[in-house]
């Protein structure tokens, strides 16, 4: 969803000539084109966590309600992250991006 929703924006701003060129020239998105991409710039930092804790918990067999609550709250929380990031909504997008942290640290704790 991260990367289809920059590649539009990068479309609607520069063109599809642009879009499809191999971008050998880099031109910067603005607006709310920046700012998707800067959520998924913070997607890419933080699902590697996600991913390892989630595999880690199943090579385990660490299944609870821990593991199974952790991976939820990650989901959706950064389900509606990118639209209150691309809406420009300071204090409810950071309320989602610690929502999806505590997910991850759920399933950490699933391990202990």
Do not use: C
Not at 59 to 86: D, E, K, M
């Amino acid at each position: 969803m991260h990367a289809v929703a920059t590649g539009q924006f990068t479309t609607l701003q520069h063109g599809l000539r642009y879009g499809v060129s191999p971008r050998d020239e880099q031109k910067p998105l603005t607006g709310v084109g920046a700012r998707v991409q800067r959520a998924f710039a913070n997607y890419m930092q933080t699902f590697p966590f996600f991913a390892a804790a989630v595999l880690m918990a199943h090579v385990a067999g660490r299944h609870s309600w821990l593991t199974i609550t952790g991976a939820q709250l990650y989901f959706w929380a950064r389900l509606i992250y990118v639209p209150l990031y691309a809406a420009g909504i300071p204090v409810v997008r950071t309320l989602a991006f610690v929502i999806a942290l505590i997910g991850v640290v759920l399933i950490l704790i699933a391990l202990t």
